[in-house]
């Protein structure tokens, strides 16, 4: 028997560390295969076949959303690379700072201080700080290129996503088995339907709904010509998975608009309009998405997502938001003695 264990867990250690490189792109495909599998079948009615509706899901998700997101989130490394080479340069020209920064309590004069000694000396001032900022850059550098390596998963994700759609039916099946086996005969639909529920419900309710702000966003702050878009879009992205108001990410930018923008007034009213709107469309978005099925509270999904990027990247906090809000259904359901919440369901949200 421990013999039979042993070799069990060996095997089991053996195909993780295979798998571990892609665990965080086949999880995240698993989440859209499951959010967007009821939109596959009704698709799938009308054309007819199965891997024709993924397929047109995969392209219009690519066209719409993959697309925008890699030139925002490259748009970040960009920056970050410019940035770095002008300091090396020195070519970066820092302003004088405001006098009323010097009476700010405890850390105004500091602050004071260097932002002084960065306009008037500013080579020095880098030479000075030399170890710190030579391991500032690198860690600036070594995240560029590791957005890079999220944005491929981000792609890839969607195609792997068409094709688990693809053999939905048989993955239900094969899920239900899973569950059966675990849970047992009793409840292992019960387990299902849970899962399912949560995932849409947070992938719809939640990550969407940011999504969709963050995206109006950046492509407003792009038609307004404001600098550093793909920062706008990911703050934006944060903000609205932590459900802290947008407007705190469209607030520079209207600021930045009437302080440096050459759009004139009209334009600038127009993209201040624009971004205020961008800001609070939530509360237009979550009455549509938000409580299908079941959701988890704010928190957790604050700390999958805070955790999953620190672990995963850019892919990780999708899916670190979107596992810990299972995680916490089934402990909830387990509390309860098993008996998992009732989950309002269409026929067509099955599988």
């Known amino acids: 028997m421990f ?7 060996v095997l089991a250690v053996f195909c993780y560390g295979i798998f571990a490189p892609f665990l965080t792109l086949m999880l995240w495909a698993l989440v859209l295969a499951v959010t967007l599998y009821p939109l596959q079948r009704k698709l799938a009615h009308s054309l007819g076949r199965q891997w024709l509706a993924a397929t047109v899901l995969v392209l219009a998700g690519l066209l719409l959303v993959a697309a925008p997101t890699v030139a925002f989130t490259s748009s970040i490394g960009d920056s970050i690379t410019s940035l770095v080479m002008s300091v090396r340069n ?3 020209h820092v302003p004088q700072p405001p006098e009323r920064l010097e009476a700010v309590p405890i850390i105004g004069k500091k602050i004071y201080i260097v932002w002084q000694r960065a306009s008037t000396d500013l080579p020095g001032l880098i030479q000075s700080q030399q170890p ?3 391991n500032i850059s690198r860690h600036l550098l070594s995240l560029v290129a590791s957005m890079g390596g999220d944005l491929l998963k981000f792609i890839v994700s969607f195609i792997v996503a068409g094709v688990i759609m693809s053999f939905g039916e048989a993955g239900a099946r094969i899920s239900l088995e899973i569950a059966n086996r675990i849970a047992g005969p009793a409840r292992g639909e019960q387990v299902v339907r849970l899962c399912t529920a949560t995932i849409r419900a947070v992938a719809q309710g939640v990550i969407g709904v940011a999504f969709i702000q963050a995206l109006l966003v950046g492509v407003i702050c792009y038609l307004a010509g404001v600098p550093a878009v793909g920062t706008f879009f990911v703050v934006a992205l944060i903000l609205g998975i932590a459900q802290v108001p947008v407007i705190l990410a469209t607030a520079p930018a209207i600021a930045w608009l009437w302080l440096s923008g050459d759009g004139g007034t009209v334009g600038n009213v127009l993209f201040t309009i624009a971004l205020l709107v961008a800001g609070m469309s ?8 938000l409580g299908r099925g079941v959701d988890a509270p704010m928190p957790v999904i604050l700390l999958g997502a805070l955790g999953g990027m620190v672990g995963a990247g850019i892919l990780g906090m999708f899916v670190g938001a979107t596992a810990l809000a299972i995680g916490y259904q089934l402990f909830m359901a387990w509390v309860r003695n098993g008996a998992a919440p009732v989950v309002a369901q269409n026929p067509d949200d099955a599988g």
């Open 282 to 289: 939530d509360n237009v978005l979550k009455p549509l998405l």
């Open 90 to 92: 020195n070519t970066v």
């Open 3 to 9: 013999i039979k264990f042993g070799l069990f867990v």
């Open 132 to 134: 710190k900022i030579g």
